[in-house]
């Protein structure tokens, strides 16, 4: 196990994160096999504006006790007067789910970014999360999660980010003022970024690599845009409640079906 005073370079992080897993293993206690950040702190290009993304994995599926007892305990983080203890984002996978390829997709109990308690959701049931897993990602307690985690095939890692680009773009496309706030509008345009970046390395990447790397490789007119996306970044949970700039919301509708095109253009 790590020390977790020093798990990231934030030392009030560093005491969330202690305060999660102290209060995980006395909810779990055997059942927690292990702790782990993914995302941005995994993959690297972290900020002060980054939700903390975890994945705790259990030996059994959790019981209704259980659960009662993490709703309690995410209630009471969320209380932290820290603002990491708000942007913890994050799910519990069985370690027979973890392990299983083929159950991408099912839901687990799941907790958003800016939420206080537990949800069933297949958010953080992907592919591209158990490559971060196994790869880079941080134990904070138990084993490294290769452990539980076979190596995952480029070409079916290829596979699921084109369909999640496509099967998200429909729905965007499709219903557009459902996301039709500043933090969405930012969020789409950097996610589109890393999605075609990482569907043509073949790897999982983070915002900042992937919109570095859409200025370069893609049509110069889009630059503006992805360059402005970094100001919806701060302070999300009242960005969600802002009015996008209706010309950038336009120009973020146009970029999802510009890279869609493209990603049509390299199909492995």
Not at 40 to 50: K, M, N, P, Q, R
Not at 93 to 111: E, R
Not at 128 to 144: K, Q, T
Not at 224 to 247: A, F, K, S
Request: hydrophobic content about 35%.
């Amino acid at each position: 196990m790590r020390n977790v005073e020093t798990i990231t370079p934030y030392h009030s992080l560093n005491k969330t994160l202690g305060h999660l897993l102290c209060g995980m293993r006395g909810v779990l206690s055997d059942n927690l096999v292990g702790l782990y950040l993914q995302g941005s702190f995994a993959v690297g290009d972290f900020d002060l504006h980054s939700d903390v993304d975890f994945i705790a994995v259990v030996g059994d599926e959790l019981h209704p006790a259980e659960i009662q007892e993490l709703q309690i305990l995410h209630r009471s983080i969320f209380q932290i007067p820290s603002p990491w203890a708000q942007h913890l984002e994050g799910s519990y996978f069985p370690i027979t789910v973890l392990a299983d390829q083929d159950c991408c997709g099912s839901p687990l109990w799941y907790l958003d970014n800016g939420a206080d308690h537990l949800v069933r959701s297949e958010h953080c049931n992907t592919l591209l999360v158990r490559w971060i897993l196994r790869e880079r990602g941080i134990a904070i307690y138990g084993p490294p999660a290769k452990s539980w985690i076979g190596p995952i095939p480029v070409r079916v890692l290829r596979e699921e980010i084109l369909r999640v680009m496509h099967t998200w773009g429909e729905k965007i496309l499709a219903d557009p003022d459902r996301y039709a706030n500043r933090f969405y509008q930012g969020f789409i345009v950097l996610s589109y970024c890393r999605m075609l970046h990482d569907y043509l390395a073949g790897r999982p990447g983070s915002k900042k690599e992937g919109a570095e790397w859409a200025k370069e490789n893609l049509d110069p007119r889009w630059t503006g845009l992805i360059d402005r996306t970094w100001d919806t970044r701060p302070r999300p949970e009242e960005q969600i409640y802002l009015t996008p700039d209706p010309d950038d919301f336009s120009s973020t509708l146009e970029f999802v079906r510009y890279i869609l095109k493209e990603s049509e253009k390299y199909r492995f």
